[in-house]
């Protein structure tokens, strides 16, 4: 079975720097999806970024950014110019093709201003 | 469209009352999970449909636990004879096809077992 690791139960960042959340995973697949889920205090999930494991461009999206090492099978998530609402509980999450995703058991990212 | 819709947001029962939640997906998405999430993890997997079809089970998902999606739209999990480990959140989260686009998820419905 596929198993998501998040090393990393809590993070603290200042306002306005960068950070990085790490995320390991283990598969026996060559084709699959990752995800990074933001959950918020009011719980409701929301997608932030996605990667397909056959492509080697790293996702961007403003100012998240991963860094996809696939031989390594990590993903990491870098947050740039941290924001008060970038603050949440943060999972990552794996797709192989068969039932649904797989999650981490979450960062919980602390915005110092 | 709303979005995922799941009701109700909070539940509080006694232990050994059965309790039912109810998830309306995205209208236009044929796939519907369940989750469950426990205070400091993450959601772990419990069942999924594709329109009406339970397609696979965790086995998280004991006996006392039935979900049910008539018609492909809408789908209802129900707990029988709750406990105390029950206590969680409920999410419900839908998807066209695969989720490789990921899934929207609804808020959740928040069990309280006293």
């Known amino acids: 079975a596929q198993t998501v690791t998040q090393s990393q139960p809590e993070m603290s960042v200042q306002e306005a720097e960068t950070v990085t959340l790490s995320c390991t995973y283990d598969?026996?697949?060559?084709?699959?999806?990752l995800f990074w889920y933001k959950q918020p205090p009011s719980r409701q999930m929301i997608l932030v970024i996605r990667q397909e494991a056959y492509k080697q461009q790293n996702a961007t999206e403003n100012r998240f950014s991963v860094n996809f090492q696939k031989a390594a099978k990590s993903f990491s998530l870098k947050i740039s110019d941290s924001q008060l609402g970038d603050a949440a509980m943060y999972f990552c999450?794996?797709?192989?093709?068969?039932?649904?995703?797989?999650f981490g058991k979450g960062t919980h990212l602390i915005i110092q201003p | 469209d709303t979005g995922v819709s799941q009701n109700p947001r909070h539940k509080i029962t006694k232990r050994g009352q059965n309790v039912t939640f109810r998830c309306d997906p995205i209208s236009e998405h044929n796939r519907l999970y369940w989750y469950r999430q426990t205070l400091g993890q993450g959601p772990e997997f419990l069942t999924y449909?594709?329109?009406?079809?339970?397609?696979?089970k965790s086995r998280l998902l004991s006996d006392r636990f039935s979900a049910e999606r008539p018609k492909g739209s809408f789908s209802t999990l129900e707990i029988q004879r709750t406990e105390q480990g029950d206590s969680a959140m409920y999410l419900c989260a839908s998807s066209v096809g695969n989720p490789v686009y990921g899934y929207t998820f609804g808020s959740g419905t928040r069990l309280t077992v006293v």
């Open positions: 999450a794996y797709f192989g093709g068969a039932d649904g995703l797989t």
């Open positions: 449909f594709q329109n009406e079809a339970q397609l696979e």
């Open positions: 598969t026996s697949e060559s084709d699959y999806y």
